[in-house]
C-alpha cells in the first residue's frame, strides 16, 4: 500500500489525499457579516452535525495553504459570533461554488453568486432564500487547530432558529432525502448528489468569476435556465470579445440558423446545450452574438 506520513509530505498534497479519502462531507454554505455589518458568504465541507441537545453544527474554515491567512468567515465570527449555516442542494451547487472564489474583502457574494439574501430573525447575518434549510446560529467557541497553512479553525455553532422549506416534506412533516436533493464535497472537482450520483464542478480557484449580477436579466429571467447555469456563467473571469463571437458564428452553420430566426427561446437553448457540455465560453459567445 502507498504510505503517507504527513510530516514527510506537502501540505497541498496532504490536503488533496485527505479531501479525496474522508467523504462525502456536506456543505455548510456560511453566512456572515463583519464588525460593520457588511455580508459575507462561503461554503465550506469540513462541516456536520454534533449534537442535537443543544443543537449544534461545526464547521472549520482552514487558513490557505498558500500564505496562511485567515478567511473572512473566521474573521467575521470571531467579531460578531454570529453565523448562519444554509445547507446545498443541487439546485444552487453551482451557485455556491461561485461563492467560494476569493473576492475582495466588502465584495458580496450573495450578488456576485446570484443569491437572495433575506433577513434573519435572531441574528444578523442573512439567510440564503434559495436554500432549503437554514440555521441561524451563535458561535459559542472556536477552536484553533494550527497556525501554518491549511490548519483548520473548529467554529462551535448553537442552532437558535432552523427553517424548512415546506416543498421538502412528506405527508409525516419530515424531511424526504430524494425532496431536499442535497450534494456532497469528494476530492478534486467531484461531487455527489444524494439521490443521483457523482458529478463534477469546476473550482474556482485561480479566477474570479464575472458573477451572475452582471448577467443582463432577460438571461437570468429566461425560463431556459436554472441557478445552476447561472452559476456557471457567472463563474467566468472576462466575457468573448467582439471579434470572438463574430469569428464563432462564422464557423457554426447551427448558430446563423437560430439567428435568423430571431427567436431568444432557441438562442438560450442553443446555449443552454453548450453549457450542459461544461463549455462556458461559447455559451456566452452565443448569448452575444448579434444578427
Not at 501554518?148 to 424526504?176: F, H, P, R, S, T
Not at 464542478?201 to 438571461?219: C, F, Q, R, Y
Not at 447551427?254 to 453549457?275: G, N, Q
Request: hydrophobic content about 40%; charged content about 20%.
Amino acid at each position: 500500500m502507498l504510505t503517507i506520513d504527513p510530516k514527510e509530505t506537502t501540505v497541498q498534497l496532504l490536503q488533496t489525499y485527505l479531501q479525496s479519502a474522508v467523504g462525502p462531507r456536506p456543505i455548510a454554505l456560511a453566512s456572515t457579516v463583519n464588525a460593520s455589518g457588511t455580508p459575507n458568504l462561503a461554503p465550506f465541507s469540513f462541516f456536520n452535525v454534533f449534537s442535537a441537545n443543544p443543537p449544534v453544527l461545526i464547521f472549520s474554515p482552514a487558513r490557505r495553504v498558500r500564505d496562511s491567512t485567515l478567511k473572512h468567515t473566521l474573521l467575521n465570527c470571531e467579531a460578531t459570533k454570529e453565523v448562519v449555516i444554509n445547507v446545498v442542494n443541487y439546485e444552487m451547487v453551482q451557485q455556491s461554488s461561485l461563492a467560494s472564489s476569493e473576492y475582495a474583502e466588502g465584495v458580496n457574494e450573495f450578488i456576485k453568486a446570484g443569491f437572495t439574501a433575506i433577513p434573519s430573525r435572531v441574528v444578523k447575518p442573512f439567510r440564503v432564500k434559495e436554500s432549503p434549510v437554514q440555521f441561524e446560529c451563535k458561535v459559542t467557541q472556536i477552536i484553533s487547530l494550527g497556525n501554518e497553512g491549511g490548519a483548520g479553525n473548529l467554529i462551535l455553532c448553537e442552532v437558535l432558529k432552523m427553517y424548512i422549506d415546506e416543498a421538502i416534506l412528506d405527508a409525516n412533516q419530515a424531511i424526504d432525502q430524494y425532496k431536499i436533493d442535497l450534494v456532497a464535497r469528494l476530492g478534486s472537482n467531484w461531487y455527489t448528489r444524494s439521490n443521483a450520483g457523482l458529478f463534477e464542478v469546476e473550482k474556482p480557484i485561480t479566477n474570479l468569476g464575472i458573477g451572475v449580477a452582471v448577467i443582463p436579466d432577460s438571461i437570468k429571467k429566461s425560463p431556459i435556465f436554472d441557478g445552476n447555469d447561472l452559476g456557471k456563467l457567472g463563474n467566468i473571469e472576462a466575457l468573448p470579445t467582439k471579434e470572438e463571437v463574430t469569428i464563432f458564428v462564422k464557423e457554426n452553420f447551427a448558430i446563423k440558423a437560430v439567428l435568423s430566426a430571431d427567436d431568444s427561446v432557441k438562442k438560450h437553448l442553443e446555449a443552454k446545450k453548450y453549457l450542459n457540455k461544461g463549455d462556458v465560453f461559447s455559451a456566452w459567445k452565443v448569448l452575444l452574438a448579434e444578427k
